[in-house]
């Protein structure tokens, strides 16, 4: 079993950006994607972004396309999500999970489909 590790959260100022990290420790190898998703309070968790380990194919949710950047240390066994013009609208806890490859990109922003989670960070952007 896979374990998950978010850090990188915090309050920000409108505009401002941040780097989350999610370290994966265990047995990451039958994990063939990794994915960022977030959850805003009284709202449903939603894809943020996923990222293939071995072609390094990512996904991204509309609403954070040319913002948002997921990336991939291998070394580290780490993946990244910058983000940056931050507003509002991107407070949330944002999660960390771990899946297998899928056959589809819509798959890939179903939180069904991915098999462990990290505990989440809080990104709060104040206006």
């Known amino acids: 079993q896979v374990q998950l590790l978010e850090s990188g959260g915090g309050l920000v100022q409108a505009g401002g950006s941040l780097r989350l990290s999610c370290e994966a420790s265990?047995?990451?190898?039958?994990?063939?994607?990794m994915a960022w998703f977030r959850q805003a309070p009284g709202k449903e968790r939603t894809f943020v972004a996923s990222i293939r380990w071995n072609v390094g194919t990512s996904y991204y949710a509309d609403a954070v396309l040319g913002r948002f950047t997921i990336s991939k240390d291998d070394a580290r066994n780490t993946v990244y999500l910058q983000l940056n013009s931050l507003n509002p609208e991107d407070t949330a806890v944002y999660y960390c999970?771990?899946?297998?490859?899928?056959?589809?990109?819509?798959?890939?922003?179903?939180?069904?489909?991915?098999?462990?989670w990290g505990q989440g960070t809080q990104v709060t952007v104040s206006s």
């Open positions: 999970a771990a899946g297998p490859p899928l056959a589809s990109r819509r798959a890939y922003y179903t939180s069904g489909n991915y098999r462990a």
């Open positions: 265990g047995r990451a190898s039958p994990y063939g994607t």
